[in-house]
């Protein structure tokens, strides 16, 4: 009996596992494979479907959605500091109402948000503004909630004597915010960051509405492919879209050391 | 030339209907070191805060060194300020604390480093500019907060219970530096505690507040001695404060007829005409004379019976009851056992004129 929770616990892990690692494992092979069709566990092994990503078909999709997606998450970042500032730090009135505004795009299917995007630039006749102007504002409205919820928490987490500590030392509001508040919540602020990254570059439902023909972001590039062929380029593409996001994370956590925060402990 | 470093003109503040403190004058002179004493709730932070800045009074003025500093936001008052909690930056190295205040006015970095250096000298912290906080003790992280305050050189130090987050031993070594600092740096400090005998030890000055005013203030052992209200005999020290029914003037002084009973104590206060409600005696001043008294050279001779004894160690407590509702806490120094009165048995108490202190209310 005492033997049987310990089992249960690591079967269960086991399972998690099996069903996040297996299927990359299995992309992973079939992407290594010569064959022309996706075959698991191929007799031979081969880089060619890695070199054929070199082309302009795949490179430009991979620029866009790293140029979007970093303009998100330093866009979103900025914004979710002010507004975690305003709403936690300063309590400005109506701050629950606007906290509200800010996180209620989570609560809208994302398809319903690229139909309303589509539609309302239309409208207004700023259709021109589709592609990259309108993927960077769409995935900033997304990605709001997410930084501005962390910063929040950091935020409200601070410690606000030493605000007072700093102000009685002669320190400006910019100077504290720049030398106290920010470096203070610096590592919320980084992962959540690090979350509008990722949920820009991995989107689809949003930006299958706002790209351009012909200028797309990479999962968009991705689906257009699968429509017509399931080849072993397609596990590249996974395979070194999931690699680049690793490299993402590693760096900002480097940079901010979060995971230190995600996991209670302290530096 | 004003020699008054910090002054409150009718200073009153209130939180919606809640007045926090009422009407308030004080003036603080240039180089003292000033207790605001009093227990939570009597406005002392509050008056703090609202020389530091962080409240503006509702009414009345404060100035420093003569100028008014209504409209004046913190981080332009020049005051230094130290926190119960230390509030210590974490990010930083205890040199970059240290520091801080002198960065942020854009010092050069050499005369910044001299500055730290001799601010961390000054609270016998040197060599410890490069740890971080969270690697210091509690008191040495006070010792920090204290460095980093006096480093750009205030005018005033406010100190706002700074050793309260700290254990006793360590609390009473850092009184005797405290005072120490004081003395060297020249600074006026003013420092809210609800600790008694920390203000004792420290003050030039102790200022009592109770229920946003100021109940006395005075230098430490004339509030100690001469207390003028029962609240500041209660809260300073310790005392029997008995209700006083009639006085009359007697030779000297005053005969206080204790309310209820037959007692009739002469007290060296001479004001017939002010108000006497009551009457303080420290425990201290009371002498103790077993079995028949053999002199009569003390004036206030009142006879008992031991209800109870407690050992203190260098000294020994008895609770003497005098009269049916009246018991009197006598203090002593210790002696062997066989020379104290045991409990019930009959002794005499011996109390000088001097030590019987009248009391407004």
Same mark, same amino acid.
């Given at each position: 009996?005492?033997?049987?929770?310990?089992?249960?616990?690591? =079967?269960?892990?086991?399972?998690? =596992?099996?069903?996040?690692?297996?299927?990359?494992?299995?992309?992973?092979?079939?992407?290594?494979?010569?064959?022309?069709?996706? $075959?698991?566990?191929?007799?031979?092994?081969?880089?060619?479907?890695?070199?054929?990503?070199? $082309?302009?078909?795949?490179?430009?999709?991979?620029?866009?959605?790293?140029?979007?997606?970093?303009?998100?998450?330093?866009?979103?970042?900025?914004?979710?500091?002010?507004?975690?500032?305003?709403?936690?730090?300063?309590?400005?009135?109506?701050?629950?109402?606007?906290?509200?505004?800010?996180?209620?795009?989570?609560?809208?299917?994302?398809? @319903?948000?690229?139909?309303?995007?589509?539609?309302?630039?239309?409208?207004?006749?700023?259709?021109?503004? =589709?592609?990259?102007?309108?993927?960077?504002?769409?995935?900033?409205?997304?990605?709001?909630?997410? @930084?501005?919820?962390?910063?929040?928490?950091?935020?409200?987490?601070?410690?606000?004597?030493?605000?007072? %500590?700093?102000?009685?030392?002669?320190?400006?509001?910019?100077?504290?915010?720049?030398?106290?508040?920010?470096?203070?919540?610096?590592?919320?602020? =980084?992962?959540?960051?690090?979350?509008?990254?990722?949920?820009?570059?991995?989107?689809?439902?949003?930006?299958?509405?706002?790209?351009?023909?012909?200028?797309?972001?990479?999962?968009? %590039?991705?689906?257009?492919?699968?429509?017509?062929?399931?080849?072993?380029?397609? %596990? %590249?593409?996974?395979? $070194?879209?999931?690699?680049?996001?690793?490299?993402?994370?590693?760096?900002?956590?480097?940079?901010?050391?979060?995971?230190?925060?995600?996991?209670?402990?302290?530096? | #030339?004003?020699? #008054?470093?910090?002054?409150?003109?009718?200073?009153?503040?209130?939180?919606?209907?809640?007045?926090?403190?009422?009407?308030?004058?004080?003036?603080?002179?240039?180089?003292?070191?000033?207790?605001?004493?009093?227990?939570?709730?009597?406005?002392?932070?509050?008056?703090?805060?609202?020389?530091?800045?962080?409240?503006?009074?509702?009414?009345?003025?404060?100035? /420093?060194?003569?100028?008014?500093?209504?409209?004046?936001?913190?981080?332009?008052?020049?005051?230094?300020?130290?926190?119960?909690?230390? !509030?210590?930056?974490?990010?930083?190295?205890?040199?970059?604390?240290?520091?801080?205040?002198?960065?942020?006015?854009?010092?050069?970095?050499?005369?910044?480093?001299?500055?730290?250096?001799?601010?961390?000298?000054?609270?016998?912290?040197?060599?410890?500019?490069?740890?971080?906080?969270?690697?210091?003790?509690?008191?040495?992280?006070?010792? /920090?907060?204290?460095?980093?305050?006096?480093?750009?050189?205030?005018?005033?130090?406010?100190?706002?219970?700074?050793?309260?987050?700290?254990?006793?031993?360590?609390?009473?070594?850092?009184?005797?530096?405290?005072?120490?600092?004081?003395?060297?740096?020249?600074?006026?400090?003013?420092?809210?505690?609800?600790?008694?005998?920390? !203000?004792?030890? #420290?003050?030039?000055?102790?200022?009592?507040?109770?229920?946003?005013?100021?109940?006395?203030?005075?230098?430490?052992?004339?509030?100690?001695?001469?207390?003028?209200?029962?609240?500041?005999?209660?809260?300073?020290?310790?005392?029997?404060?008995?209700?006083?029914?009639?006085?009359?003037?007697?030779?000297?002084?005053?005969?206080?007829?204790?309310?209820?009973?037959?007692?009739?104590?002469?007290?060296?206060?001479?004001?017939?005409?002010?108000?006497?409600?009551?009457?303080?005696?420290?425990?201290?001043?009371?002498?103790?004379?077993?079995?028949?008294?053999?002199?009569?050279?003390?004036?206030?001779?009142?006879?008992?019976?031991?209800?109870?004894?407690?050992?203190?160690?260098?000294?020994?407590?008895?609770?003497?009851? /005098?009269?049916?509702?009246? !018991?009197?806490?006598?203090?002593?120094?210790?002696?062997? !056992?066989?020379?104290?009165?045991?409990?019930?048995?009959?002794?005499?108490?011996?109390?000088?004129?001097?030590?019987?202190?009248?009391?407004?209310?």
């Amino acid at each position: 009996m005492t033997k049987l929770l310990p089992c249960l616990f690591w =079967l269960a892990i086991g399972l998690v =596992l099996a069903f996040i690692v297996l299927p990359i494992a299995v992309v992973l092979a079939a992407s290594l494979s010569p064959a022309s069709t996706v $075959t698991f566990w191929p007799s031979e092994w081969t880089f060619k479907w890695y070199g054929a990503l070199v $082309t302009d078909k795949w490179i430009s999709p991979f620029w866009l959605s790293v140029r979007v997606a970093l303009a998100v998450a330093a866009i979103s970042g900025v914004l979710g500091i002010l507004a975690a500032y305003a709403l936690v730090y300063q309590k400005i009135p109506g701050a629950s109402a606007i906290m509200g505004a800010i996180l209620s795009p989570l609560s809208v299917p994302q398809i @319903v948000k690229g139909v309303a995007i589509v539609l309302f630039l239309s409208i207004v006749g700023l259709q021109n503004l =589709l592609g990259t102007p309108a993927l960077i504002a769409a995935h900033v409205v997304l990605a709001l909630p997410f @930084v501005t919820r962390m910063a929040a928490t950091a935020l409200a987490n601070f410690d606000s004597s030493l605000d007072r %500590a700093a102000q009685s030392l002669g320190a400006t509001q910019r100077q504290r915010l720049q030398h106290i508040v920010l470096p203070m919540i610096k590592p919320g602020v =980084l992962s959540g960051m690090t979350f509008a990254f990722i949920i820009s570059f991995n989107n689809i439902p949003l930006s299958v509405f706002l790209v351009r023909p012909g200028d797309t972001t990479l999962p968009i %590039a991705v689906i257009n492919h699968l429509e017509y062929s399931l080849d072993p380029v397609m %596990a %590249a593409v996974n395979v $070194t879209s999931m690699v680049f996001i690793l490299m993402v994370i590693f760096l900002f956590e480097r940079i901010g050391g979060f995971s230190a925060q995600l996991h209670g402990g302290s530096k | #030339m004003n020699t #008054m470093d910090i002054e409150l003109v009718s200073v009153s503040k209130s939180f919606g209907s809640v007045n926090v403190v009422r009407d308030l004058d004080l003036q603080i002179p240039r180089g003292q070191f000033v207790s605001l004493l009093g227990p939570s709730g009597c406005g002392k932070t509050t008056t703090l805060n609202m020389i530091a800045g962080f409240h503006a009074p509702s009414s009345g003025e404060i100035r /420093v060194r003569g100028k008014s500093q209504r409209g004046v936001p913190p981080e332009r008052r020049n005051l230094g300020l130290v926190f119960q909690n230390y !509030a210590l930056f974490p990010h930083m190295t205890v040199a970059e604390n240290v520091g801080f205040g002198l960065r942020m006015r854009g010092t050069p970095r050499e005369e910044i480093h001299r500055a730290v250096e001799s601010s961390l000298r000054s609270v016998h912290l040197d060599g410890f500019g490069d740890r971080y906080p969270k690697a210091l003790s509690g008191g040495q992280q006070q010792r /920090v907060a204290l460095a980093r305050a006096i480093a750009p050189q205030p005018s005033v130090l406010l100190l706002d219970e700074p050793l309260s987050n700290l254990d006793l031993k360590l609390r009473e070594a850092m009184r005797v530096e405290l005072k120490e600092l004081h003395r060297e740096l020249g600074m006026t400090f003013v420092y809210v505690t609800h600790d008694q005998e920390e !203000a004792m030890a #420290m003050s030039d000055r102790i200022v009592v507040m109770w229920q946003g005013d100021i109940a006395q203030q005075g230098d430490p052992i004339s509030i100690y001695r001469n207390p003028r209200t029962r609240f500041v005999a209660d809260f300073i020290g310790r005392s029997n404060i008995l209700s006083v029914g009639s006085h009359s003037a007697g030779s000297g002084g005053l005969d206080l007829s204790i309310a209820g009973t037959q007692i009739v104590l002469h007290s060296s206060g001479s004001d017939a005409a002010a108000p006497v409600r009551s009457c303080c005696i420290r425990p201290e001043n009371i002498s103790l004379h077993s079995g028949t008294s053999p002199d009569g050279c003390r004036q206030n001779r009142l006879d008992g019976t031991v209800r109870r004894f407690v050992q203190l160690g260098a000294h020994v407590e008895l609770l003497v009851d /005098v009269a049916s509702a009246v !018991a009197l806490t006598v203090l002593v120094r210790s002696s062997p !056992a066989s020379l104290l009165p045991a409990i019930g048995s009959a002794v005499t108490l011996a109390i000088d004129p001097r030590d019987v202190q009248v009391l407004a209310d």
